[in-house]
């Protein structure tokens, strides 16, 4: 009788899952320290700096995060959309992203990191924004890849202009062709500062949602020993201020290089 070894029957197996086009858990074969990594390409949270540096406050963080938890691996910049599609697909595990609903109703949630964002429409002044009806006649910079949620995303009566990014939605802003700009507020700012606009226009955000920040994983992609680390890696950079201080390094007034 001929004794095959567990390394020959497990290759076997993982060889007729794929023949048969059946999923199977990445991590059930690859290195267990690890996994890779995107962040949303828009400033602050991901950029590429003015010399090319990669920066960005949820880079950075996520770096350390990797660090504590002893994970190595790719970690890109991507805009928001192919986030999503590498996570998808599969050649990323993990992000730091915003509860907002699309990814909220697709990833793991395994811990928050302590940043919440005002999810704001920001007027140029004097137009005033008290209700959601006061959209209405406005051009609005709309970042791509932003959800706010309903009404606003399926509103086709809003007039609702389609921006690359926060930069350039600040620059339309600057330049008078949109009238309000979608995003995060203080990130928004940041973008603002980055372009010039002289804040002195902006009139008061009407605020949509606050919404936090979490480490979410595609199900199925990350085993529960490696969840566990990653959750304990966030829980202590978090209450060491240590995330803290990498965000407000950020969105300091004079930090928009």
């Known amino acids: 009788m001929r004794i095959y070894s567990k390394r020959f029957i497990f290759s076997c197996f993982k060889n007729l899952l794929l023949a048969l086009g059946l999923a199977y858990p990445s991590y059930l074969w690859a290195d267990s320290n690890e996994l890779n990594f995107v962040t949303l390409q828009h400033a602050p949270y991901g950029f590429l ?149 002289d804040l002195s226009e902006i009139g008061q955000a009407y605020v949509f949602k606050t919404v936090e920040f979490w480490l979410m994983c595609q199900p199925g992609k990350v085993s529960t020993a490696q969840k566990k680390r990653l959750v304990e890696a966030t829980d202590k950079l978090r209450e060491s201020g240590t995330i803290k201080r990498i965000i407000d390094k950020y969105l300091q007034p004079d930090s928009t290089s």
């Open 49 to 197: 700096s003015e010399t090319g540096e990669k920066r960005g406050y949820l880079y950075d963080l996520t770096n350390v995060l990797r660090k504590e938890a002893g994970f190595h691996g790719t970690h890109e910049i991507v805009p928001t959309l192919r986030v999503f599609s590498e996570l998808e697909e599969g050649s990323a595990h993990c992000s730091v992203l915003a509860r907002v609903p699309v990814p909220d109703a697709r990833y793991e949630k395994l811990a928050p990191i302590g940043k919440s964002i005002t999810v704001s429409a920001i007027p140029r002044k004097p137009i005033i924004l008290n209700n959601y009806s006061d959209l209405a006649g406005k051009k609005i910079g709309v970042p791509r890849g932003v959800f706010v949620g309903e009404p606003f995303d399926s509103d086709d009566t809003l007039l609702k202009v389609p921006t690359k990014n926060y930069d350039l939605s600040s620059a339309m802003f600057k330049s008078g062709r949109v009238d309000v700009v979608i995003g995060a507020y203080d990130s928004m700012l940041f973008n603002m500062r980055k372009m010039g606009v």
